[in-house]
């Protein structure tokens, strides 16, 4: 099973709204990483957030992580239509090296 | 962009022959990773690398091999291509606790 799932699975908002994204998962990590795919393309890094940190901020991008509860969550604010995409969160451990993705939120901004 | 290049970028092949994906990167990072995306399934790890000739096997494996004799070439075989193997395959790259970089992708029919 995959290490992330990510919620809701489909979020349709007014452009101008705020999105707000959760992610959970299973195990221990060492960072957690967001990412978004417009359709039919390669994944793009958004942001990294390690897991000494608690909220890490990139422009209209919000990203907390709570270590105890096994979760993040990615909030954009002030969406456009360019925000239209697929977000996938991931999470890496050092003990198995491994780079685990979620299921992914296909967010879709109404102009 | 990353320097990360994916070939081919399509191939339609039949069911039972081998197929070779090539993923080729010129940053020299350590990880490299292949993974396979499906509709509902967000990105499922096939199998990774964590050096020359250092690989490891992910959540979706059966059925794939890989190698990497060159730091900068990391190949996935499909022994005998079934369909269920059909999907878009991605690689991507990245250094120790830092950010991936993906491929475009890979779309590979199996008739």
């Known amino acids: 099973s995959q290490q992330g799932e990510e919620d809701p699975q489909a979020l349709s908002i007014q452009e101008g709204e705020n999105a707000t994204m959760n992610c959970s998962y299973k195990?221990?990590?060492?960072?957690l990483q967001w990412y978004r795919q417009n359709s039919g393309r390669g994944l793009v890094h958004l942001i990294l957030i390690r897991s000494n940190e608690r909220e890490k901020h990139s422009g209209r991008l919000r990203v907390t992580l709570d270590t105890s509860k096994k979760s993040s969550s990615l909030l954009i604010t002030a969406s456009r239509a360019a925000d239209t995409a697929s977000y996938f969160c991931?999470?890496?451990?050092?003990?198995?090296?491994?780079?685990?993705f979620g299921t992914g939120t296909r967010l879709t901004i109404i102009p | 962009d990353a320097g990360i290049t994916q070939s081919p970028r399509h191939k339609v092949t039949e069911t039972g022959t081998p197929v070779t994906l090539r993923c080729h990167q010129t940053?020299?990072?350590?990880?490299m990773y292949w993974y396979r995306q499906d509709p509902g399934h967000g990105l499922r790890l096939i199998h990774y690398?964590?050096?020359?000739?250092?690989?490891d096997k992910g959540e979706v494996s059966d059925g794939y091999s890989v190698s990497r004799s060159k730091t900068e070439d990391f190949l996935l075989t499909l022994e005998s291509a079934t369909s269920s193997q059909t999907s878009v395959y991605f690689c991507?790259?990245?250094?120790?606790?830092?950010?991936?970089?993906f491929g475009q992708g890979t779309r590979l029919t199996v008739v």
């Open positions: 940053e020299n990072h350590r990880y």
């Open positions: 690398s964590y050096g020359v000739k250092d690989t």
């Open positions: 195990t221990s990590i060492n960072n």
């Open positions: 991931a999470t890496y451990n050092f003990g198995n090296e491994k780079l685990t």
């Open positions: 991507a790259i990245s250094g120790v606790d830092t950010e991936a970089f």
